[in-house]
């Protein structure tokens, strides 16, 4: 049975950024940025080739572990604010911030939702990855499609002189469109020599245009989508994020830089 904390503890993930003006990286920083984003879309192939109904969410995060430290990087999530893992691994109504667990066996069916980072250099990435297992309805490979592409639509508008809201805007108006709940508890955010940095990047509307963008901002933009309501709920773990109604729930998440033109998406540097 599942024991709901109804006020949120301010130890989640992404939860809280830190006090700090929007960084703006040079030509250095961004190189190294795009490093570390490219190493972790290698992780994250590497851990989705492992999932597969009867594999343990430990074990996926075991793998991922080596894998990143096997890159000379260091894993960001792992100790967290006390996150005990280095990977997030998230099933079917669990939205975000799963703690993998041998006692978690994944099951055809399922909808995993993988998350992680790294540190290269001193420099973080951070994304996220839905993935189906087996025989999936179809309403819940819908929402993994729409909260996917939700994140396109978001960062059509990544660039530089638009506003940070038109991206959470059009992220927004994309899922409501498809009848999704948004999660409006937990946020995107800015990244580079930590992992959340300012500004937070809602996948909603705002109620003011919010910073202009700039090149050389780098933003972590990261829809979550229930198939029911957006509400969520924490787990008594301190961790796991839920939806209140039980519905399924998608992540899809990149690291992305603002240029003149189209934003490049660091975490994914091949389709
Ligand atoms: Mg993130």
Not at 90 to 110: A, C, F, K, T, Y
Not at 112 to 134: C, E, N, P, Q
Not at 190 to 209: A, C, F, Q, S, V
Request: glycine residues 8%; charged residues 25%; aromatic residues 6%.
């Amino acid at each position: 049975m599942r024991c709901l904390l109804r006020s949120p503890i301010f130890s989640a993930l992404n939860e809280k950024v830190l006090n700090m003006s929007v960084t703006i990286k040079t030509q250095d920083e961004i190189n190294l940025m795009r490093e570390a984003g490219r190493l972790l879309e290698i992780v994250h192939e590497t851990v989705a080739a492992y999932i597969r109904p009867g594999v343990s969410t430990k074990e996926l995060d075991r793998i991922g572990e080596d894998k990143i430290r096997s890159l000379g990087c260091i894993p960001n999530f792992l100790n967290y604010q006390g996150f005990p893992a280095s990977f997030c691994v998230s099933l079917n109504d669990e939205v975000v911030h799963g703690i993998p667990s041998e006692d978690v066996i994944i099951q055809d069916g399922d909808i995993v939702k993988i998350d992680s980072g790294l540190i290269y250099k001193g420099y973080h990435s951070d994304a996220a990855r839905t993935y189906l297992v087996g025989d999936v309805i179809p309403e819940v490979r819908q929402l993994a499609e729409v909260t996917r592409q939700s994140f396109f639509e978001g960062i059509r508008y990544a660039r530089a002189g638009n506003h940070l809201n038109d991206i959470c805007k059009n992220i927004g108006a994309y899922a409501a469109k498809h009848h999704y709940g948004i999660v409006s508890d937990l946020c995107g955010h800015g990244i580079g020599t930590h992992l959340h940095e300012d500004p937070e990047i809602p996948n909603y509307p705002m109620k003011r245009p919010g910073i202009r963008l700039r090149p050389g901002m780098t933003l972590a933009v990261e829809p979550m989508l229930n198939l029911g309501s957006g509400e969520v709920g924490w787990m008594d773990d301190g961790w796991t994020v839920v939806s209140l109604d039980e519905s399924p729930s998608a992540h899809y998440e990149n690291t992305i830089l603002i240029t003149d033109g189209e934003p490049e998406i660091l975490t994914m540097t091949h389709a």
